[in-house]
């Protein structure tokens, strides 16, 4: 075994790409805890935030296993050290569902228009993630729809972010 891999039978992981998640997690977890508005909408006040940002980039430049771990990670990490533990299992996964998803979309396909669908298919599995998991922490199936707005900017702002830029960037990176 190379001093520069870890490896197994089934997957070999570079000590740069564990860096470069490492990296990713990172920033994640900074723009969710750092950049953000917290609404006064909805039952629990909502939190909008700049996390989906270095999510996407990270899932359409190095793919579904760094867009996973940086969403899952970095986010569920926000909630544990930012008030809102109830919330960190439930973002752990509906997040990491996200990164994978966009990252396994934008694996297989380049290009603007499979970056859009990535970003929206991750649209609907926040909100329809994140509405089940209020249901579930309220024990209430109407109230999680005041949550849709805000989601739905969420993710807006991050696509107007990230769409303009992140072929160019997984280009250059690539090279």
């Not at 760094?66 to 752990?92: E, K, N, Q, R, Y």
């Not at 297989?108 to 209020?134: D, M, P, Q, S, T």
């Amino acid at each position: 075994m190379s001093t520069k891999e870890l490896t197994n039978e089934k997957q070999t992981i570079s000590v740069s790409e564990i860096a470069i998640t490492g990296v990713c997690i990172a920033l994640t977890f900074i723009a969710t805890g750092f950049i953000n508005i917290r609404l006064p909408i909805a039952a629990n006040g909502g939190l909008v935030h700049l996390g989906n940002v270095p999510l996407f980039l990270a899932a359409i430049i190095f793919g579904k296993r760094t867009g996973a771990l940086a969403g899952s990670i970095g986010m569920a990490l926000f909630d544990l050290m930012g008030g809102w533990v109830l919330w960190a299992p439930f973002t752990f996964v509906v997040v990491g569902l996200m990164g994978y998803s966009v990252g396994a979309i934008t694996e297989k396909h380049h290009g603007f228009r499979w970056n859009v669908l990535a970003i929206v298919v991750a649209c609907v599995l926040k909100i329809v993630g994140y509405y089940i998991a209020e249901g579930i922490i309220y024990g209430n199936w109407i109230a999680p729809a005041a949550s849709i707005p805000g989601n739905l900017v969420q993710i807006g702002v991050a696509a107007v972010l990230v769409l303009p830029i992140a072929e160019v960037v997984r280009r250059a990176i690539r090279r």
